[in-house]
């Protein structure tokens, strides 16, 4: 596997899948046109580009740079770097045909030639494992989950970090290890009051 620091954006589920098989690296869904009317995501991916950076891997057709182009309107050109994906003809195995404009997207082509785009936009990555401090057993113990005013604390974490409230616990867990470190996080705990 290989360690990205940056959150990388693709624009559907079975991209992400595919990247889940080559990448230790937080990937987010736009859920290809979803992204131009779900306020939630936009606002996340605000946050996380201002705090990680993003690495933006949709498919080379025009629904890809429609909704690349959106994204960096959305987040800043300065928090962005743009991977390509080569034009290469063929159909993705799932699909009955061909996309409207016969190349295969992200989904669709090899391992090499997603790590190819991703060096080509010089995106460095590792093999070294991403170090994430903060566990659900810690959010137990810490009374963030399971326990009387949980859903408070988690409202009142997501309402100081910028993120939206529907974001679930698994998720909240997820952001805090990317975009706090434990001194960062232990600040943010007293802030909310909790010991």
Not at 5 to 11: A, G, K, L, N, S
Not at 40 to 58: D, Q, S, Y
Not at 102 to 112: I, K, N
Not at 141 to 152: D, F, V, Y
Request: charged share 30%; hydrophobic share 40%.
């Amino acid at each position: 596997m290989i360690t990205l620091d940056r959150i990388v954006v693709v624009e559907g589920k079975y991209d992400r899948i595919k990247l889940s098989g080559i990448l230790d690296a937080t990937v987010v869904q736009t859920d290809g046109f979803g992204i131009f009317k779900n306020e939630e995501l936009k606002k996340t991916l605000r946050v996380l580009a201002k705090k990680r950076g993003l690495v933006i891997l949709t498919d080379s057709d025009s629904a890809g740079f429609a909704i690349r182009n959106h994204i960096i309107n959305l987040v800043g050109a300065e928090n962005v770097v743009n991977a390509y994906i080569p034009d290469i003809t063929g159909k993705e195995k799932r699909k009955a045909h061909p996309s409207a404009e016969g190349t295969l997207g992200v989904e669709g082509v090899g391992e090499e030639t997603i790590l190819a785009a991703l060096e080509k936009a010089g995106v460095t990555a590792s093999r070294t494992q991403r170090k994430k401090y903060l566990t659900k057993t810690d959010f137990y113990l810490l009374g963030l989950s399971g326990g009387e005013n949980c859903s408070r604390l988690r409202d009142e974490i997501n309402k100081e970090l910028g993120l939206p409230k529907k974001l679930g616990t698994n998720g909240l867990i997820e952001m805090l290890n990317i975009m706090l470190d434990e001194e960062g996080f232990r600040s943010l705990l007293k802030k909310i009051g909790v010991d």
